[in-house]
């Protein structure tokens, strides 16, 4: 059960294992209203660096449908995953950011977007990567 930002983190940190990535990637999970994810997780891979605003609406409208559709009233769980070591950077910030804004402007629920790197798995709450200028 997905209640909080720490089972959420241990989710991805048990299904991640062991961590190293050679590109970047995004995985997602559909999670039901009462807090189990769903068994499927799905990856898209070989993300670009950025992602501008149009990918991250569509992405966005995959979700609001996929949930409309298999999940009504539930959520989505974002796992970005990049090589290399150290915290979440200002790129990894910026994608956040920006897929927290565009399922903000759909209407998509979302539990806290995690990161993981080669060394370990960061959560990256909305109110640390959105651009409240942008808003």
Same mark, same amino acid.
């Given at each position: 059960?997905?209640?909080?930002?720490?089972?959420?983190?241990?989710?991805?940190?048990? &299904?991640?294992?062991?961590?190293?990535?050679?590109?970047?990637? &995004?995985?997602?999970?559909?999670?039901?209203?009462?807090?189990?994810?769903?068994?499927?997780?799905?990856?898209?891979?070989?993300?670009?660096?950025?992602?501008?605003?149009?990918?991250?609406?569509?992405?966005?409208? &995959?979700?609001?449908?996929?949930?409309?559709?298999?999940?009504?009233?539930?959520?989505?769980? &974002?796992?970005?995953?990049?090589?290399?070591?150290?915290?979440?950077?200002?790129?990894?910030?910026?994608?956040?950011?920006?897929?927290?804004?565009?399922?903000?402007?759909?209407?998509?629920?979302?539990?806290?977007?995690?990161?993981?790197?080669?060394?370990?798995?960061?959560?990256?709450?909305?109110?640390?990567?959105?651009?409240?200028?942008?808003?």
């Amino acid at each position: 059960m997905l209640v909080s930002q720490a089972d959420v983190e241990q989710m991805w940190r048990t &299904l991640m294992q062991p961590l190293g990535w050679r590109r970047r990637a &995004l995985w997602f999970s559909l999670v039901a209203p009462d807090g189990r994810p769903l068994p499927q997780v799905c990856e898209v891979a070989d993300l670009p660096d950025e992602i501008d605003g149009e990918g991250h609406a569509a992405a966005a409208t &995959l979700w609001r449908d996929l949930l409309a559709d298999l999940v009504p009233g539930g959520r989505i769980a &974002l796992l970005f995953v990049r090589p290399g070591g150290g915290g979440p950077s200002a790129a990894d910030r910026a994608i956040a950011g920006g897929a927290y804004a565009a399922c903000r402007a759909a209407g998509v629920p979302l539990e806290v977007i995690h990161l993981a790197t080669d060394d370990d798995v960061w959560p990256l709450p909305a109110d640390d990567v959105v651009d409240r200028r942008a808003s």
